[in-house]
Each structure stands twice: as C-alpha cells, then as structure tokens.
C-alpha cells in the first residue's frame, strides 16, 4: 500500500516500523574478537599454573589429562577464529554455550587439581560476570545453574589437591564453605551485575531512541525551510506558465486536438499554485473553539483523499466500527491531513486500477488501512522506509513522501506499518496500516 516516493515496489516482508523506536536487544552485544581473547589469556593463565605447580614445585599433576582440558581450549578458539571473521558477533546463545564451554573446561581442571578447595574455583565467577554483563536473564541464570552444578560435583568428586608431602587435607565445614562461596558469589554476581547492565543498556536505549528522534525533527525542520524557499523561486516560472498556459486556451480552438492537454495543463498549473500557496503560508493550528476544526475520523479522511483522486484509479473509503462504539471525533490538523494525504497519494501513483481506504475503530484504538494493487514494497526500500532521499524511481523523485507522511502522523500518536497485501488480501500489493490510541486522537464533543 503505501509506496513511498523512494522505490519501484514490488516485494516485501512486514515490518514495524518505528513509532516507537527501540534498538534490538535480542542479539549479543559482544564480539567474537573478545571472547577469543578472554579465552586466550585464559589458557595462558591455566597453561602457566599447571607448570609452575609440576615442574616449579615439583608437586604430582595429571599433567597428561589437564593439557588435554587445556588443548580443547585451544582447539575451539582456533576453530572459531577460522569458521567466522573475528570482528563478527554471537548471537546471544551462541554466546551463552562458549561460555558453558569455558565453565566445563574449568570444572575438568578442577576435577583434576583438588575440587572445590582449589583457590582457583573462584574462576566459576568469571563466565555469569560476562554472561551478566552482556546476555539476558535467561542466558545468565542458565549458566549461573550450570556454576552451581559443577561446584556441587566438584565439592565431592575429585582428584586429591597437589601437595607435597602427604598431601592436604581440607576440613569439610571450609569445603562447605568455599561451596557457599561460589554459589552466594554467582547468584550476587549474576542478579546484580545483570541490574546494572540492564539498567545501564535501558539508558543507552533511551538515549539513542531520543537521538533518531531530534535527527528526524531536524530533517523534518530543514526540509521545512527547503520547502519555504522552493515555494518562493518557484512562484514566478510558475505564474509565467499560468499567463502562457491561459494565452494558449484563448488561441486553441475548442475542437483542437490540443484542446485538452491545454485544459490539463492549466489545471496542473493551477494545482501546483495552490500547493506552493499551502507550502508558503505560515503553519495554523487547529483552534479547538472552532466547530469546523473537529470532524469524524472518516471525513477527516475522506478530505485528505479528495485531492489525490485520479479519473483512472477507483479510490475506495469505507468505514465501519468493530464494536458498538461511536465514530471517533478528531481534530482537522494539519499534521493529520498531510500525512493522510501522502500515504494515499503515493498509493495512488503506484496502484494499477484500484485504491482501498478502511476506516475501523472500536473502544480503544481508531485504524486507517490504505492498499493498491500496485507492485507492492521492494525488499531493499522497506527496510529503510521513512527515511528521507531514498528512491529508486529516479526522474528528479526526492524519496520524501512516505518520510513526511511518517514523521507528520507520528506527532498524532500514530503508529505506522508497512508491509506488502497479498498476505492479507486477495490482490497483490502494498498495504500500510496506521493505527492511533483513541484516546490521544479523538477530542471532546463538547469542546467549543
């Protein structure tokens, strides 16, 4: 349905766009690159230990059995640096088993170098550190499980602590707790730790979610000024035309072949003259004392479309309540007629024979559903639509109309969605669906 002034459409997946503008969180934000390198100063660290204490201290090892732990490290950071580009990311789960890989392979030394009293037990920490800091809840409280089960085994099954001598021999209350210590450390670590990440990446959401919208505001600004400055240059090319247009018409005769691309032309000349009038008159608002400034949401449409009817198009409007509700009652902005009339005119340019308009709306929400049986949305434009100066169409179109039409609903309240109609109707097409809560759209009866 809609079709922006920025692509030749055709395909499309559904999108929702961004009325509400949130990053997406669903991925892992750390890179491969880093892991691998935790990993590695990881085994140096094991590799180092395991030599000092055997051929340092000349304690006895399972020296064979701790650098093939060590070697499986070893083995998966060189196979994933190998599989994908380091500078790549994980997705969250993907992130989620590497770090249950460090955990196991940490568990196995461990198993072999005295259990839970080994002081380096304390390393359990480190993977529900990470996995806290950049994973979800889910993600973290998995692995904290995981931490807990190995520190439990480990608290009872394992290989004698090197010692000299007759070796150590550890009292159970302080296996216990060291126990504690691991389980009480993960289970802080991972819900406070993961708090203040998430607190810190709700901030991060905020800030770059207020970022897009002064960038849209600003575009939106300086288009306004684009479009004060092409209202007066154009003004007398355009009242040349006019004269010559209505010189023509007077010397044409009537029954001229001519004749009626004169009357278009003059009527062009006349359309385009009452839109520079509109661009260059100072931005109204709606006075809400005024009774001919509130309409019903289908008439406010319906005045929105009148101007973009095309004798070759068949342009639709029904409207039609979902529940017993009363038509909403709303406000004849400019920002809402505007933005109504972009969408339906870009159907329009693209539609083949027919437009269709829906009006619905029930106790909570009011839905404006606009679709042609054009091409519908290229894949490659729709995951960029709404952004300003994106076409492929050429011949001098901008790609601006579904920006304006965007940025001018949303101001309402308006959430937007644009996705391709042959999932929804029996004819090809492209669809957008705009939808308000009715409470922020519609206005008291009684005002005024």
């Given amino acids: ?36 390198l935790i990993r590695w100063i990881a085994i140096a660290g094991q590799l180092s230990a395991l030599l000092i204490v055997q051929f340092g201290l000349n304690w006895p ?31 969250e789960w993907e992130a989620a088993a590497y770090l249950a890989f460090d955990i196991l392979q940490l568990a196995v030394l461990l198993y072999l170098t005295g ?10 920490l480190g993977p529900v550190t990470v996995s806290a800091t950049v994973l979800s809840r889910a993600a973290t409280a998995g692995l904290s499980i995981l931490v807990i089960g190995c520190a439990s085994v480990l608290a009872f099954q394992h290989l004698p602590l090197p010692w000299s001598g007759d070796g150590l021999q550890l009292p159970v209350f302080y296996i216990g707790g060291l126990w504690a210590a691991v389980v009480v450390g993960t289970l802080f670590l991972g819900g406070y730790i993961g708090s203040v990440a998430g607190e810190g990446r709700r901030m991060s959401d905020a800030l770059t979610a207020i970022q897009l919208a002064l960038a849209r505001e600003q575009q939106l600004s300086a288009l306004g000024g684009l479009a004060a400055a092409a209202a007066h240059e154009l003004g007398s090319p355009l009242a040349t035309i006019a ?9 044409i005769p009537a029954d001229s072949e001519f004749a009626d691309d004169v009357r278009i032309l003059q009527e062009e000349a006349d359309r385009c003259r009452d839109i ?40 639709d409007l029904v409207a039609a309540g979902l529940d017993e509700s009363a038509e909403p009652l709303v406000m004849r902005s400019p920002e809402l007629l505007h933005g109504l009339g972009n969408v339906i005119q870009n159907a329009v340019q693209f539609a083949e024979a027919h437009v269709s308009v829906d009006i619905s709306w029930d106790e909570t929400e009011a839905r404006v559903e606009v679709r042609d049986d054009g091409p519908g949305f290229s894949p490659a434009v729709l995951d960029r639509i709404g952004e300003p100066y994106i076409s492929n169409r050429g011949h001098g179109h901008l790609g601006l109309g579904i920006f304006i039409a965007q940025s001018l609903l949303e101001r309402t309240g308006a959430r937007i969605r644009f996705s391709n109609a042959r999932a929804a109707a029996r004819t090809d097409g492209a669809e957008v669906s705009i939808t308000w809560p009715r409470d922020d759209l519609e206005v008291d009866a009684g005002t005024g």
């Fill in 61 to 91: 090892l399972p020296i064979d059995a701790a650098l093939a732990a060590i070697a499986a490290s070893v083995f998966l950071n060189l196979a994933m640096t190998f599989r994908r580009p380091v500078r790549g990311r994980l997705s």
């Fill in 115 to 124: 259990g839970i009293g080994n002081p380096f037990s304390l390393l359990f």
């Fill in 1 to 36: 349905m809609v079709h922006t002034d920025n692509h030749p459409r055709g395909q499309l997946p559904d999108d929702e766009r961004l009325a509400d503008v949130r990053p997406n969180r669903s991925a892992a934000q750390v890179r491969l690159r880093t892991l691998v």
């Fill in 276 to 315: 520079l009038a509109e661009l260059g008159r100072a931005p109204e608002v709606a006075d809400p004392n005024d009774p001919f400034a509130m309409a019903m949401l289908s008439d406010v449409v319906a005045a929105a479309a009148a101007r973009h009817r095309n004798e070759d198009i068949v342009l």
């Fill in 243 to 251: 004269v010559t247009v209505k010189e023509l018409t007077h010397q």
